[in-house]
């Protein structure tokens, strides 16, 4: 396992951008990861996920076209840029990691043997 840790929530209008960061503990640049949203009331979602290499990523219909995703493997860190953000965006938003994933596997299934603690995105006027 590796620990996650995510960073770049916070209020957004609608039509606007933010860019999330979730930062690994080590190794990470052996792990798939993605990206998961969480709304109360609803099943957790995959959004985004991005094989170790870059290599191959996997997008969710919902966000494909409006958001990207990255890795820095030397830095141990995933990013999604978020544009044209929606209010059905709003969202705990998790990143995730897996060492035997690939990335529309871990998407699809959420299974993942590291989690972050989230970080809130809101897009409201």
């Known amino acids: 396992q590796v620990q996650l840790v995510e960073s770049g929530g916070g209020l957004v209008q609608p039509g606007g951008s933010l860019t999330l960061s979730c930062v690994g503990s080590d190794n990470l640049g052996n792990h798939a990861v993605g990206w998961f949203r969480k709304v109360p009331g609803k099943e957790r979602e995959g959004v985004s996920c991005i094989s170790s290499s870059a290599g191959s990523t996997y997008y969710a219909d919902t966000v494909r076209g409006r958001f990207t995703i990255s890795r820095d493997n030397a830095k141990n860190t995933i990013y999604l840029q978020m544009n044209n953000l929606k209010p059905e965006d709003t969202a705990v938003y998790y990143c995730?990691?897996?060492?035997?994933?690939?990335?529309?596997?871990?998407?699809?299934?959420?299974?993942?043997?590291?989690w972050g603690q989230g970080t809130q995105v809101t897009v409201s006027a």
């Open positions: 995730a990691g897996d060492r035997g994933s690939t990335p529309h596997s871990l998407c699809v299934t959420s299974w993942a043997d590291s």
